[in-house]
């Protein structure tokens, strides 16, 4: 999965395309120092997006903002 394209909008938030997803929108907002995704708006073309999926579409944005150190390093992750 590669990031396709982003971009900002109001409140902090980020909407964003992937490769494996590319007709599904996903929004990003920051916490902390570190973007989540926010919501999807899925499009029926693509196939249902996955927890795994999600995972990786966190990683590959905050690596997009380097912030990927303080998300790896956040409460919420399970070792």
Known sequence: MKLLDWK????????AYFSDYPHSLVIFRKIRRYYLVYEVKWS???????????????????EEFGYSTAYQQRKSRTP
């Not at 029926?44 to 905050?62: C, F, H, Q, S, Y």
């Open 8 to 15: 900002y909008t109001t409140r902090s938030q980020i909407k």
């Open 44 to 62: 029926d073309v693509d196939p249902p997006v996955t927890k795994e999926a999600l995972e990786k579409m966190e990683i590959l944005l905050n």
